[in-house]
């Protein structure tokens, strides 16, 4: 039944097995994004404080995001963390090496990564801690610039702590929800036959072998189900003796069907991720000023009103209104499951919603202000300079005509998506088809209440 | 079963997905008639870092719209997403902004000159009624609702493969 839904890409593109098997692969694209890192970090530190005109805030908050959110993410799941220079300098220091793979163990002190911490929960509150200062974070290079460098010190220092990517897979704030987004990309990494890999031994792609380091991630691909949490770093393609690790294509969304690896940590991050594409869109690209002022800590109580009403919403409210759906859900649908797993379960249906939201969000962001790129490619600190002769390109919004048709295309499509995947859980937890489309009913007034939302704030 | 028969059980449902799309398409296109006649408003618009007052303006379709906009504390710009206005302005300077608004929907307006630190953020809305997009994605959203419960509700009898290894009712 997978072989039938998935479509092995090295078939038909064989020489693409080369590509990612090569120990280049990684190296060349990580290489290339920490050239434009550091000078997001330089330009922010020392150039100009005018955000629009600064480098490290145009290509960092709307030329990166957008590609992000509008295209890697939905199209290619977690293969922006392949290329991520946050964690590569402590990558580095762990391999003692770039690009070929030394014999021998990663350099670090061996500490252990406490059990507890091994989920979302510390992404979940990292991605709350930098949101409540968006808006200061967004338009000034300098705190940017510091937020920026402090990522890769962590990196750093948890790299030297503890083996491979524990950063990447615990705690970096932007790789919580580009994992919990992957769930919907159709782009997978995956063993051929998983009976292959449960009878091989010694597990090349768990140790490592003389071709590639073991994942990275702490993954092993041959139970891998879903794409959360794999960086798509390539090393057990590389690894693999027996080439029974492939990318496929697959059906949009096939991972939010797996149910036994559904949890609370995850579920939340979904919650959070719909509330602040909400409170981004009230925020940022809505005519209240005061509140803009208030999330801009224009005075302390201001802000500390901002920052609460902000975590109250993420935390609580939109987690509690959900609950009390899934509660009537349960009732409705007659469905024999604690109210905690089934409130779990829904919340995947807020994946689809969710990203959808953010790239509703993003065309108006991106669309907006990408002229901006132009001039600061000439110009990346602000200080006159005119290297491509683009410095005096004038802002203009692209397509503004045009962003209120694709927000409302993709946050239709998104609803849709999430009401049938909702039927599709329902039915996880009812034989009965009919207890399922009633158990869904309330999932899907919840997800047509945040559609008319995010609508009224786009188009009302 | 004949073919036939077996192509009639095959489409039935899939008629549901078709006719909503054709009443989607319906919906995106029917024109609705204008019920307000023309007039002209004369609005005062003053920017300040970083809002508009005031921050959401109404009219009708077909007004003719004479804005006099000030700037309050540093020089502001003013720029009309949809109807592609500009205009910049100094502080203790009026300037006069005229269009008719032709199209409606919300359209917004941004500060188009830097200001300061939110300025990419600096935004006011102006609503040229009867506000057919926000109205026509309403019901675009309550169409593709129905016609995806109502598919449901058809094949509900059809069992549901689990697409991926390893999962299974809970």
Redesign the interface.
């Given at each position: 039944?997978?072989k039938s839904?998935r479509i092995n890409v090295f078939q038909y593109v064989p020489f693409l097995r080369g590509v990612l098997r090569s120990r280049l692969f990684q190296p060349v694209l990580t290489i290339s994004t920490l050239f434009f890192f550091t000078l997001a970090i330089v330009t922010g530190l020392f150039g100009t404080p005018?955000?629009?005109?600064n480098f490290g805030i145009v290509f960092v908050w709307i030329v990166w995001w957008g590609l992000l959110i509008i295209l890697l993410v939905p199209f290619l799941g977690r293969l922006w963390c392949a290329a991520c220079p946050i964690p590569v300098p402590g990558e580095w220091l762990q391999r003692r090496g770039i690009i070929n793979r030394r014999k021998g163990r990663l350099s670090t002190l061996r500490w252990k990564f406490p059990k507890r911490l091994r989920n979302m929960w510390l992404q979940n509150f990292g991605f709350l801690g930098v949101a409540i200062f968006s808006?200061?974070i967004l338009?000034?290079p300098e705190v940017s610039a510091w937020l920026l460098l402090g990522f890769s010190l962590i990196g750093i220092i948890l790299s030297i702590l503890y083996e491979n990517r524990v950063f990447c897979r615990y705690v970096c704030p932007v790789g919580g929800f580009i994992g919990l987004y992957s769930l919907m990309s159709p782009v997978e990494v995956r063993v051929q036959d998983?009976q292959v890999c449960a009878t091989h031994t010694p597990k090349d792609c768990i140790i490592g072998n003389e071709y590639a380091y073991g994942c990275p991630w702490m993954v092993f691909p041959g139970t891998l189900?879903r794409n959360t949490y794999c960086g798509m770093c390539m090393e057990c393609i590389k690894a693999c003796p027996k080439n029974n690790v492939v990318i496929n294509l697959?059906?949009v969304g096939?991972?939010l069907?797996?149910?036994?690896e559904r949890r609370l940590d995850e579920a939340y991050k979904a919650f959070i991720m719909l509330a602040c594409a909400l409170l981004y869109s009230v925020v940022?690209?809505?005519?209240?000023?005061?509140l803009?002022?208030w999330a801009?800590m224009d005075t302390l109580p201001h802000w500390l009103a901002y920052a609460g009403v902000f975590l109250l919403a993420n935390l609580l409210l939109l987690p509690g209104l959900f609950t009390l759906t899934a509660l009537l859900s349960q009732r409705l649908g007659r469905i024999q499951?604690p109210l905690r797993?089934l409130v779990t379960?829904y919340a995947y249906t807020l994946v689809p919603l969710g990203l959808t939201a953010w790239i509703a969000f993003s065309f108006s962001l991106v669309f907006?202000?990408g002229s901006y790129a132009l001039g600061v490619l000439s110009d990346p600190f602000g200080w006159g300079w005119n290297l491509f002769g683009t410095t005096e390109s004038t802002?203009m919004?692209f397509g503004?005509?045009l962003?209120?048709?694709l927000q409302?295309g993709i946050?239709?499509t998104g609803?849709?998506f999430a009401?049938?995947t909702a039927?599709?859980i329902a039915?996880?937890?009812t034989?009965n088809?009919?207890q399922?489309?009633r158990g869904m009913l309330p999932v899907?007034g919840f997800i047509?209440s945040i559609?008319?939302a995010f609508?009224?704030l786009?188009?009302? | 079963m004949n073919r036939f028969q077996q192509l009639v059980r095959w489409t039935y449902p899939r008629w549901v997905i078709l006719m909503g799309i054709i009443l989607a398409i319906g919906v995106m296109t029917f024109p609705i008639p204008q019920i307000t006649d023309p007039q002209t408003r004369y609005i005062t618009l003053d920017a300040?870092q970083?809002?508009?007052a005031p921050?959401?303006i109404h009219i009708n379709k077909g007004d003719r719209v004479i804005i006099n906009f000030t700037a309050s504390d540093v020089v502001h710009g003013f720029?009309l997403?949809?109807y592609?206005i500009q205009a910049r302005v100094e502080p203790g300077v009026t300037k006069q902004i005229e269009f008719s608004a032709e199209?409606t929907?919300?359209?917004?307006y941004?500060c188009?000159v830097?200001c300061g630190?939110?300025?990419?953020?600096?935004?006011?809305?102006l609503v040229v009624g009867p506000?057919e997009?926000?109205w026509?994605?309403?019901a675009?959203?309550i169409i593709?609702?129905f016609t995806?419960?109502t598919y449901?509700?058809l094949t509900?009898?059809?069992s549901?493969?689990?697409?991926?290894?390893?999962?299974?009712?809970?």
């Amino acid at each position: 039944m997978i072989k039938s839904q998935r479509i092995n890409v090295f078939q038909y593109v064989p020489f693409l097995r080369g590509v990612l098997r090569s120990r280049l692969f990684q190296p060349v694209l990580t290489i290339s994004t920490l050239f434009f890192f550091t000078l997001a970090i330089v330009t922010g530190l020392f150039g100009t404080p005018v955000g629009n005109r600064n480098f490290g805030i145009v290509f960092v908050w709307i030329v990166w995001w957008g590609l992000l959110i509008i295209l890697l993410v939905p199209f290619l799941g977690r293969l922006w963390c392949a290329a991520c220079p946050i964690p590569v300098p402590g990558e580095w220091l762990q391999r003692r090496g770039i690009i070929n793979r030394r014999k021998g163990r990663l350099s670090t002190l061996r500490w252990k990564f406490p059990k507890r911490l091994r989920n979302m929960w510390l992404q979940n509150f990292g991605f709350l801690g930098v949101a409540i200062f968006s808006a200061i974070i967004l338009t000034r290079p300098e705190v940017s610039a510091w937020l920026l460098l402090g990522f890769s010190l962590i990196g750093i220092i948890l790299s030297i702590l503890y083996e491979n990517r524990v950063f990447c897979r615990y705690v970096c704030p932007v790789g919580g929800f580009i994992g919990l987004y992957s769930l919907m990309s159709p782009v997978e990494v995956r063993v051929q036959d998983p009976q292959v890999c449960a009878t091989h031994t010694p597990k090349d792609c768990i140790i490592g072998n003389e071709y590639a380091y073991g994942c990275p991630w702490m993954v092993f691909p041959g139970t891998l189900e879903r794409n959360t949490y794999c960086g798509m770093c390539m090393e057990c393609i590389k690894a693999c003796p027996k080439n029974n690790v492939v990318i496929n294509l697959r059906p949009v969304g096939s991972d939010l069907m797996v149910a036994k690896e559904r949890r609370l940590d995850e579920a939340y991050k979904a919650f959070i991720m719909l509330a602040c594409a909400l409170l981004y869109s009230v925020v940022l690209l809505g005519p209240w000023g005061w509140l803009k002022q208030w999330a801009n800590m224009d005075t302390l109580p201001h802000w500390l009103a901002y920052a609460g009403v902000f975590l109250l919403a993420n935390l609580l409210l939109l987690p509690g209104l959900f609950t009390l759906t899934a509660l009537l859900s349960q009732r409705l649908g007659r469905i024999q499951l604690p109210l905690r797993q089934l409130v779990t379960d829904y919340a995947y249906t807020l994946v689809p919603l969710g990203l959808t939201a953010w790239i509703a969000f993003s065309f108006s962001l991106v669309f907006t202000n990408g002229s901006y790129a132009l001039g600061v490619l000439s110009d990346p600190f602000g200080w006159g300079w005119n290297l491509f002769g683009t410095t005096e390109s004038t802002w203009m919004p692209f397509g503004s005509a045009l962003i209120p048709f694709l927000q409302t295309g993709i946050l239709t499509t998104g609803m849709l998506f999430a009401v049938n995947t909702a039927y599709k859980i329902a039915g996880q937890h009812t034989p009965n088809p009919r207890q399922a489309l009633r158990g869904m009913l309330p999932v899907t007034g919840f997800i047509m209440s945040i559609t008319f939302a995010f609508l009224w704030l786009y188009l009302g | 079963m004949n073919r036939f028969q077996q192509l009639v059980r095959w489409t039935y449902p899939r008629w549901v997905i078709l006719m909503g799309i054709i009443l989607a398409i319906g919906v995106m296109t029917f024109p609705i008639p204008q019920i307000t006649d023309p007039q002209t408003r004369y609005i005062t618009l003053d920017a300040r870092q970083f809002e508009f007052a005031p921050h959401r303006i109404h009219i009708n379709k077909g007004d003719r719209v004479i804005i006099n906009f000030t700037a309050s504390d540093v020089v502001h710009g003013f720029y009309l997403d949809g109807y592609g206005i500009q205009a910049r302005v100094e502080p203790g300077v009026t300037k006069q902004i005229e269009f008719s608004a032709e199209r409606t929907g919300k359209f917004r307006y941004r500060c188009s000159v830097s200001c300061g630190s939110l300025h990419p953020f600096m935004i006011g809305e102006l609503v040229v009624g009867p506000n057919e997009p926000f109205w026509r994605a309403i019901a675009l959203v309550i169409i593709g609702l129905f016609t995806l419960l109502t598919y449901r509700f058809l094949t509900k009898g059809t069992s549901y493969e689990y697409p991926t290894l390893g999962a299974s009712p809970a």
